[in-house]
């Protein structure tokens, strides 16, 4: 069995992806062990010295002044964790958990936090037995991290709180004592270095961020075959058209465009048919889905740049025995990418569902309306391009960014918040809502490429095409619509699609 080796550095949101889907297993590289060592020396001398650090020997926040005596450092870090487990709302999914936990040790790993290399093995042993600390989704603005959702986790580190275990919630302690792990009591600073952070946003918002990037590739499949269906052309995607302009993500989505038509008897069947231009929709698809693509690899830059940082404080410098307090854990370059990720992927939903209007608006084509036969005594896919606009209705309000707000706590200590995690949830539900509208128009395009049989369109759309006819069949009478978006969603997840979208850039 494959391995993933922390040392705090070089982790990837596919690494982090396949831990989190997969449950691939998780330990600490020796290096890490060494670096995690030599910082915990440097808090054990601050202690036996008597030094004044803040979060070792004083309270948190606005009492950063209030001196806590050497007896009491462990009943501090334990508060601070019960304190701190303050989220509310709906439990974050079982992946989005695993990512955490594998976020915050591999972070803890650099050796800059001061944390017992044990508490980090503890962590990493839950996550081997798949017991899932019980996280709330809200409660968190990203100011001095994830605070109240790292506290969650923390908490059940400590033997605390609610887990989840093959779906099933049960106390801490008592899933800790059955997977043959004992809870741990905190160290000085311990508490501290497992909760400042923004892993939570990094979680939830990365693992939604691969979800986009594969849904780009499938809006290249979705648009070609809509393209081809409505009998459009792929001259705008002509290389040296493209390459004129050459933002990265426009070459990559005409290239795919391209070789998604090559060879359709249905593109040759029109050509030379005197139409100059199509609509945007289906012209500017390379510099919108290029665009989207661009701005979702910006963010991965960001995001694996966060996830291979040390994000507590204060930091532990153990070459020269320093502690040093900062603002690391602040979430701002993680917000402001998720939010510009969310606004990418709602486009990327917006021009999809106008390409489903072309299909099924008679005005707009030469198909029958709402692509069904006998319209009026069948409604056929009228409600579907309503359930396209209800989607992407939704997603423009949630792309409203949430980095631009913020709001004073901690007694204002914390005065400037980045609500990081919130843009994290947004974007997920975005990414939610551009599979379906994606999945409608999969459903529309090949719907009307029944109406221009006996032609064919390409050898690739028509494998696609195959494959998508074994859980969707043609719409020849009114049936309940609901059962084939759902079908659809699931088919762009599948195998059959995962094969096709290999061969793409």
């Excluded at 033997?159 to 919630?169: A, I, K, N, Y």
């Excluded at 106390?171 to 004592?177: C, F, G, H, S």
């Excluded at 709402?370 to 579907?384: I, W, Y």
Aim: proline letters at 4%.
């Amino acid at each position: 069995m494959t391995i993933l080796k922390l040392t705090g550095r070089g982790l990837t949101l596919d690494a982090l992806e396949a831990v989190a889907l997969r449950r691939v297993r998780v330990s600490l590289d020796p290096r890490a062990r060494q670096a995690m060592a030599a910082s915990r020396r440097v808090v054990d001398r601050a202690i036996r010295s008597g030094e004044k650090v803040y979060g070792v020997t004083t309270g948190f926040g606005k009492f950063a002044d209030v001196a806590i005596p050497r007896d009491q450092i462990e009943t501090l870090q334990r508060n601070l964790i019960r304190s701190h487990a303050a989220g509310v709302g709906a439990p974050l999914a079982d992946e989005a958990v695993r990512a955490m936990m594998a976020l915050r040790a591999n972070a803890l790993a650099l050796g800059n936090s001061g944390i017992r290399v044990s508490t980090v093995e503890t962590l990493l042993g839950m996550l081997a037995a798949d017991v899932l600390p019980v996280v709330p989704s809200q409660g968190s603005v990203g100011a001095s991290g994830d605070l109240a959702p790292l506290s969650h986790l923390a908490l059940a580190l400590i033997g605390e709180g609610l887990v989840r275990v093959r779906g099933r919630e049960k106390p801490a302690r008592e899933a800790l004592r059955n997977a043959r792990l004992t809870p741990v009591t905190l160290g000085a600073k311990e508490g501290l270095a497992l909760i400042n952070g923004v892993q939570m946003s990094v979680a939830v918002g990365g693992l939604a961020l691969q979800r986009a990037t594969r849904l780009a590739k499938i809006a290249d499949v979705a648009g070609a075959a809509s393209l081809d269906a409505s009998r459009g052309s792929d001259a705008a995607f002509d290389a040296r058209v493209v390459g004129a302009r050459p933002h990265p993500g426009a070459l990559t989505s005409a290239a795919n465009l391209r070789a998604l038509i090559r060879g359709s008897a249905i593109r040759e069947s029109h050509r030379g048919c005197g139409r100059v231009q199509d609509n945007y929709a289906l012209r500017c698809m390379p510099q919108v889905h290029g665009a989207a693509r661009d701005a979702f690899a910006h963010a991965r830059d960001v995001l694996e740049r966060e996830m291979n940082s040390a994000t507590d404080n204060p930091l532990v410098f153990s070459k020269r025995g320093d502690i040093v307090s900062g603002g690391n854990f602040h979430g701002a370059p993680v917000g402001y990418v998720l939010d510009y990720a969310a606004i990418a992927a709602t486009d990327l939903a917006s021009i999809s569902e106008r390409r489903i209007e072309k299909l099924l608006n008679p005005a707009l084509s030469e198909l029958p309306a709402f692509l069904v036969p006998s319209g009026g005594l069948n409604s056929g896919l009228m409600m579907a391009q309503v359930a396209a606009a209800g989607l992407v209705s939704e997603s423009k309000v949630l792309s409203h960014p949430a980095s631009v707000d913020s709001i004073p706590t901690s007694a204002a200590k914390e005065d400037h918040v980045s609500m990081s995690p919130i843009a994290a949830r947004k974007l997920s539900a975005v990414v939610d809502n551009l599979e379906r509208v994606l999945a409608i128009e999969m459903i529309a395009a090949f719907q009307a490429m029944e109406f221009l049989e006996p032609l064919k369109t390409s050898r690739r759309l028509e494998r696609v095409r195959r494959e998508f006819r074994r859980v969707v069949r043609p719409w020849t009478t009114d049936r309940e619509l609901y059962r084939d978006l759902d079908r659809a969603r699931e088919f762009l997840a599948g195998e059959a699609l995962a094969r096709e979208l290999a061969s793409l850039s």
